[in-house]
């Protein structure tokens, strides 16, 4: 079966930097499969398209799997009440396979949602191959494409293809949101 080559068509103007990137003649759209390993933790895995799942409420916490050859994006915000106390949370993860197309579409549509609603945003970035071309230009894809987003944004390691990192996130009791990077296998 012949492979589809990459195409550098005109891109939409919502990918900013990610326009550099390859496409293979679709958008990437919401998916929402995920794993449950145990009742506290969702595992958010990879697929053809950019995985991504969500949590809004005290308690709740997701996790990427492996980070070897992807990059992981956690995207949060919380909206506060006069008093400074947190009305609203919301946190999703993404799981970015390289070669996936249009990346940071979903990552950039949940910002703006996210800031239209009125939440304070802030984002995570680990993993991604940093001995491949793919994996180095997704990851300073979206981290450019964060940054021109003014996202405050932590960054963690890349992966050396061999070891695998790890985001998660937690929405803690009061609302506040706890972001965590980490090596393991």
């Not at 800031?115 to 180095?136: C, L, M, P, S, Y």
């Not at 706890?178 to 393991?184: A, C, Q, V």
């Amino acid at each position: 079966m012949p492979q589809q080559q990459p195409s550098w068509s005109a891109r939409n103007p919502e990918e900013g930097v990610l326009s550099g990137l390859p496409r293979r003649g679709q958008e990437a759209g919401p998916s929402h499969h995920v794993t449950e390993t145990d009742a506290y933790r969702n595992v958010v895995d990879f697929s053809p398209k950019v995985e991504r799942q969500t949590i809004r409420e005290p308690g709740e916490s997701l996790r990427t799997s492996a980070l070897t050859l992807c990059t992981g994006v956690a995207v949060g915000g919380v909206r506060r009440d006069d008093d400074g106390s947190v009305a609203a949370s919301s946190v999703s993860i993404f799981h970015v396979l390289p070669g996936v197309p249009s990346p940071g579409v979903a990552i950039a549509r949940k910002v703006r949602v996210l800031r239209a609603a009125g939440f304070e945003v802030n984002a995570v970035i680990a993993g991604g191959d940093r001995t491949t071309q793919a994996g180095r230009n997704v990851r300073a894809a979206l981290e450019g494409m964060l940054e021109g987003m003014n996202v405050p944004l932590e960054k963690g390691p890349l992966s050396d293809g061999f070891k695998s990192h790890f985001i998660s996130a937690t929405i803690e009791d009061n609302g506040e949101i706890g972001y965590e990077t980490y090596s393991g296998h």
